[in-house]
């Protein structure tokens, strides 16, 4: 027999799980804003290619947690323009791809 009990224990039980996905969503798009920024202020091109590609993976996360956000998806390509021109060793070009990203990460976290 169905109690109230029992359909109030449920509905907690799923509003939890609901509430869950939502704020691990927010917080890789905040983690991924979080080591654009580390980038942008950093001196030494490891450091910026390390901080991408944490940026990077948080956002893909997000990305695969939400619905298809133009300026997340533009954030990651740029996310992945930084990484490249890091890795090359071209600092000046990898942050200038990183401010780009972080613009976008930042639309896509006011537009949530």
């Not at 390509?77 to 930042?106: F, M, N, R, Y």
């Amino acid at each position: 027999m169905i109690t109230k009990n029992s359909i109030l224990s449920t509905f907690l039980i799923g509003l939890f799980f609901c509430c869950t996905v939502a704020v691990a969503d927010e917080t890789h798009l905040n983690e991924a804003i979080k080591h654009t920024e580390q980038a942008l202020q950093s001196t030494e091109v490891k450091l910026i290619a390390q901080h991408m590609e944490e940026a990077k993976t948080h956002s893909e996360a997000a990305q695969s947690e939400q619905a298809a956000d133009s300026h997340l998806n533009e954030g990651i390509k740029k996310l992945d323009e930084a990484v490249k021109e890091s890795k090359l060793g071209a600092a000046e070009l990898a942050k200038k791809a990183a401010q780009e990203a972080l613009t976008h990460l930042k639309q896509a976290s006011i537009a949530k």
